[in-house]
Nanobody, 122 residues
C-alpha cells in the first residue's frame, strides 16, 4: 500500500514557475514508477510526466516538454514536478500517481494522491 500526498500548487501568473511535491508513504517507494497527471474541469485526466525507478529515465507529454521537469528523491520518498514558463492552459488539478509498470495511461497506476490545484492567470 502506498499513500501519496501532493503539495505546492497555487495561483500564479503566466510565465511564473511552481514546484509540486508528492510525498509517499511506505518503504517500497523506489520500486514504483512515479508520474504526474492533470485534469482540467470538464476534461479527462491527462498524462504529464513520469520517472522510472532510478530517476534516470523520464518521459513528458508534448505540451509540457522543455518547460516541466520531473525528478525523484528515493531517500526522501518524494517526487517533484518543476514547472517553468507556466501558461493559462496548464491550469488543472495535478495528481501524483504510482505504478509498478509505468506508462502514460491512467489505468497503469495503482495509487493516486488527492491532487493539488494549479491556476495560471493570463
Amino acid at each position: 500500500q502506498v499513500q501519496l500526498v501532493e503539495s505546492g500548487g497555487g495561483l500564479v501568473q503566466a510565465g511564473d514557475s511552481l514546484r509540486l511535491s508528492c510525498a509517499a508513504s511506505g518503504h517500497t517507494f523506489s520500486s514504483y514508477v512515479m508520474a504526474w497527471f492533470r485534469q482540467a474541469p470538464g476534461k479527462e485526466r491527462d498524462f504529464v510526466a513520469r520517472v522510472m525507478w532510478n530517476g534516470l529515465s523520464t518521459r513528458y507529454a508534448d505540451s509540457v516538454k522543455g518547460r516541466f521537469t520531473i525528478t525523484r528523491d528515493n531517500a526522501k520518498n518524494t517526487v517533484y514536478l518543476q514547472m517553468n514558463s507556466l501558461k493559462p492552459e496548464d491550469t488543472a488539478l495535478y495528481y501524483c500517481a504510482a505504478s509498478l509498470r509505468g506508462g502514460p495511461d491512467t489505468t497503469a497506476y495503482d495509487y493516486w494522491g488527492q491532487g493539488t490545484q494549479v491556476t495560471v492567470s493570463s
